[in-house]
């Protein structure tokens, strides 16, 4: 097979991605989406570091006259790693690579040394040394930090990167706590509420029969936190359209496709038999072209992108249950309340990913929107571009407060409570906590935003997670989430 005809997975920081032909991954490169600090693999089971495609990165240079480069550089290098919490090091390649060996570090921890771009998971770069072991050593010096944080200082990741030179840690160290506060001028909080509230994304993974791979979003929201291990809650309405894509057969899927690419075309034609002509067309050409279509969830904290999985919707509430595979495991997380009718005029704040942040607000912005999203060829304008983040703009995954206050809790038929509120939400909002703003509930979810009624002004609606009591202990497990 020539080298034009290659195909690889690559691989960072534990997510596999691909199959990419050269020359996908030469246009990836040039967007900044594939680089050196990759791995790639043809069969998915032997990897080897990007640098080593030549195709892609050129040769690689020889180390200038010294007899023992790999000596020299195990004994020059200093590494700097992530451990509970805590950024340690400098170490030589040598201990960094014995920590692996013992256990003493996980695979997954961040590890960086100066001429990196930012930290990568060890196990990415050491895979020979990965020891099954997990540590439980807790330092001392990560018992200090949590009483640095209590006291209200600032975050020593963000601490260290202004006064050591290095990447920024604050969205990767994640503190390990329930949220009891809404001071988001906190750094503490900040990084609390950022690492439990996340932008949910339902897409299709459309592989065409030329190996051609693509990524199309159909659905958007929000969701958070509620355990360690990893539960999220969010609406059955963000879910819904995923559900029924992972319900349909291999056929329907792609009929399921083939009549969103006809309706999103929303073409003027004089009569029905000339609609169902076209509609005919798409679906004959989707059928041809693609291979397979897998429906996913990607759920995004800040910078920090994670799969998950619908673990259960409920018929009688507008709420469904994420599994985020893999938290991390010092994940922060929300306490539930337990009453449903909070008096009137109680402080609130809604947390969420309005749709409204996607748009772009100036001319430059637009063109790199409409730059990034370009597709030169007719599948990928009727399938999408192989990375679905390109559709939004940077600022979309950052979460987005508004402040208000409880109007009215009404009971509605069915004993559903629904609590009408002044903090205004959009739509992709949905599915997101409505938390107390201050007093001794600070921070503790009051309802799930739902709802956003337009008459002569908008109403803003969230349903009580109080009355979902019994259902949430059943399905994630009683005793696991915190009710106050």
């Known amino acids: 097979?020539?080298?034009?005809?290659?195909?690889?997975?690559?691989?960072?920081?534990?997510?596999?991605?691909?199959?990419?032909?050269?020359?996908?991954?030469?246009?990836?490169?040039?967007?900044?989406?594939?680089?050196?600090?990759?791995?790639?693999?043809?069969?998915?089971?032997?990897?080897?570091?990007?640098?080593?495609?030549?195709?892609?990165?050129?040769?690689?240079?020889?180390?200038?006259?010294?007899?023992?480069?790999?000596?020299?550089?195990?004994?020059?290098?200093?590494?700097?790693?992530?451990?509970?919490?805590?950024?340690?090091?400098?170490?030589?390649?040598?201990?960094?690579?014995?920590?692996?060996?013992?256990?003493?570090?996980?695979?997954?921890?961040?590890?960086?040394?100066?001429?990196?771009?930012?930290?990568?998971?060890?196990?990415?770069?050491?895979?020979?040394?990965?020891?099954?072991?997990?540590?439980?050593?807790?330092?001392?010096?990560?018992?200090?930090?949590?009483?640095?944080?209590?006291?209200?200082?600032?975050?020593?990741?963000?601490?260290?990167?202004?006064?050591?030179?290095?990447?920024?840690?604050?969205?990767?160290?994640?503190?390990?706590?329930?949220?009891?506060?809404?001071?988001?001028?906190?750094?503490?909080?900040?990084?609390?509420?950022?690492?439990?509230?996340g932008m949910v994304v339902c897409y299709a993974e459309i592989l065409q029969k030329t190996g051609e791979r693509h990524e199309r979003p159909f659905g958007t929201g929000t969701c958070f936190m509620v355990t360690r291990d990893g539960y999220a809650i969010t609406n059955r309405h963000v879910v819904e359209d995923h559900k029924e894509w992972v319900d349909a057969s291999d056929e329907g899927r792609v009929l399921r496709l083939a009549d969103t690419i006809y309706h999103e075309a929303d073409l003027t034609m004089d009569s029905s038999d000339e609609q169902e002509e076209f509609r005919g067309l798409i679906r004959e050409l989707t059928a041809q072209t693609v291979g397979s279509i897998v429906p996913k969830i990607n759920v995004y904290f800040g910078t920090d992108s994670r799969f998950a999985t619908v673990k259960h919707v409920s018929r009688k509430y507008d709420m469904a249950i994420l599994k985020i595979e893999d938290p991390p495991t010092n994940q922060a997380y929300f306490t539930l309340s337990a009453e449903s009718v909070p008096p009137k005029s109680t402080q609130v704040i809604a947390l969420g990913f309005p749709g409204t942040s996607r748009y772009a607000v100036t001319a430059d912005e637009a063109a790199l929107l409409a730059s990034r999203a370009s597709r030169s060829s007719l599948p990928e304008k009727l399938f999408g571009n192989d990375d679905h983040r390109t559709v939004f703009k940077s600022s979309a995954f950052d979460y987005v407060q508004t402040p208000g206050e409880v109007s009215v809790v009404q009971k509605e038929a069915g004993e559903i409570y629904n609590i009408q509120h002044t903090a205004a939400i959009r739509q992709g909002n949905s599915g997101g906590p409505l938390v107390f703003r201050s007093g001794p509930s600070s921070g503790t979810v009051i309802g799930i935003n739902t709802l956003l009624l337009i008459h002569d002004a908008p109403v803003f609606v969230a349903f009580s997670v109080a009355q979902m009591r019994e259902e949430l202990d059943r399905v994630i497990g009683p005793g696991k989430l915190t009710w106050r």
Do not use: C
């Open 1 to 197: 097979m020539s080298s034009a005809d290659r195909s690889y997975l690559i691989r960072l920081r534990g997510r596999t991605r691909g199959p990419f032909t050269l020359s996908q991954l030469r246009q990836m490169k040039s967007r900044g989406q594939f680089s050196k600090l990759h791995q790639v693999s043809e069969d998915g089971t032997n990897w080897q570091p990007a640098a080593e495609l030549t195709e892609i990165f050129g040769e690689r240079k020889p180390a200038a006259s010294q007899p023992e480069p790999e000596k020299a550089t195990t004994e020059t290098v200093e590494w700097h790693y992530v451990l509970d919490r805590q950024r340690l090091g400098p170490v030589s390649e040598l201990e960094l690579r014995e920590h692996l060996r013992s256990g003493r570090i996980a695979a997954t921890a961040l590890v960086w040394h100066k001429g990196l771009p930012d930290w990568i998971e060890a196990g990415e770069v050491f895979p020979g040394e990965v020891s099954e072991k997990r540590s439980l050593v807790v330092p001392a010096a990560v018992v200090a930090l949590f009483v640095a944080a209590a006291a209200g200082v600032t975050g020593f990741g963000l601490w260290y990167s202004q006064n050591q030179g290095t990447p920024d840690l604050t969205n990767l160290i994640r503190p390990a706590a329930e949220i009891r506060s809404m001071d988001l001028a906190n750094d503490t909080t900040q990084q609390q509420v950022r690492a439990a509230t």
